[in-house]
């Protein structure tokens, strides 16, 4: 970074801590960007050593784990999650709100929040506010949507959930799947590659073990956590874990088998791989009505559940019949550039505005 970028205002980038996902970007984004970021958000489970960026890490607001509830009987319409009583709450936004104070940011990249979009639009802080997937017509949602400068959709326009206003997608800048190239072309060795991120609840040993004998004659790896197996894997299955790097598994496989987060995605497009979507539940039907929308390009083969052992055969063949060019075709080129000039353009706007009031 120059000198004179060192000295621009900066950018806050809050990430959610539902999955790695939000991180992932976050720090993709900040990497790019030609002016000081800090990275914000409860961060304690994340390795931040790599960070492109200053860190704000803030107080755990989860109640117990995380499933969105926050067990209020009444609340704000405009809100989603706001406990009473919790001080721990009350320490985060107040850290968060004395960061906004302290820094004046030229924006605030939010991804996701309610709670802090509507923070920041009180304390007289821009925001671009991220959009994910699913059926996000609520009114704290809307509200959130409609106080932000810009919303921000990481994925192409083409996968849009059914039933979004046209005024929100209006107001959404579509920069595309997110996700680092593939670093060099590898063949493709016929195998299958099982994936699971952070955000969901891992694998069954027992499932994979019968899904791999019922197709003996590829090679099954597993990335991500799953629960242990009880007898003997078979030869064909390789439980790996958590690993440094997916994509040179990725890379060579003939077909990927994964959820519907925004990583898995992003990385299986950006390799125009076929892939059998598996969504996990998730607020708002995340997974779900992205799986749909790629069902109905032909850029996927979509099941609600894990297969039986039995569907394991068909599934595999009609997954490997996909036309991977579909989804390849989704991906659009350098979408991390182009999510930093839609980032530098929205300051550009506001600063430009805001001259005559500083």
Not at 85 to 93: H, L, N, P, S, V
Not at 106 to 117: G, H, K, M, R
Not at 143 to 172: C, H, M, Q, Y
Not at 218 to 231: D, F, N, S
Request: hydrophobic share 45%; charged share 20%; aromatic share 6%.
């Amino acid at each position: 970074m120059s000198e004179a970028a060192a000295h621009r205002r900066p950018v806050g980038y809050y990430v959610h801590h539902q999955g790695a996902g939000h991180w992932q970007r976050a720090n993709l984004i900040a990497a790019r960007l030609d002016r000081p970021v800090t990275l914000i958000g409860t961060l304690a489970d994340i390795d931040t050593s790599t960070a492109n960026g200053a860190i704000l890490d803030l107080p755990d607001d989860r109640l117990t784990g995380f499933d969105g509830q926050d067990g209020e009987a009444i609340r704000p319409d405009c809100f989603h999650y706001v406990p009473v009583g919790i001080d721990r709450i009350r320490a985060r936004m107040g850290r968060l709100a004395a960061w906004m104070a302290e820094h004046d940011p030229a924006l605030l990249i939010v991804d996701v929040s309610v709670e802090v979009t509507l923070l920041a639009r009180l304390l007289s802080v821009p925001t671009v506010v991220v959009r994910l997937a699913g059926n996000r017509t609520d009114i704290p949602h809307l509200e959130g949507f409609r106080s932000a400068e810009r919303l921000l959709a990481f994925n192409p326009p083409e996968i849009e959930t059914a039933g979004t206003p046209d005024w929100v997608r209006a107001k959404t800048l579509y920069a595309g799947f997110l996700a680092d190239a593939p670093k060099a072309s590898a063949p493709d060795d016929g195998s299958i590659v099982v994936i699971y991120g952070r955000g969901g609840t891992g694998g069954s040993a027992s499932d994979l073990a019968a899904a791999a004998r019922a197709v003996p004659d590829r090679q099954w790896h597993v990335l991500g956590p799953v629960e242990p197996l009880a007898t003997d894997a078979p030869p064909n299955l390789h439980l790996h874990g958590w690993v440094a790097e997916t994509g040179p598994y990725l890379d060579r496989a003939a077909l990927v088998v994964g959820g519907g987060g925004d990583g898995v995605v992003a990385a299986v497009a950006t390799r125009a791989k076929r892939f059998l979507c598996l969504p996990e539940p998730r607020a708002f039907d995340e997974q779900t009505a992205k799986a749909e929308s790629l069902a109905a390009l032909g850029a996927a083969i979509v099941r609600t559940a894990w297969p039986d052992a039995s569907d394991w055969p068909a599934l595999i063949q009609a997954g490997l019949a996909l036309d991977p060019s579909v989804i390849g075709g989704l991906v659009q080129a350098d979408a991390i550039g182009r999510t930093v000039a839609i980032i530098e353009e929205v300051i550009a706007g506001i600063e430009r505005r805001r001259a005559p009031w500083v």
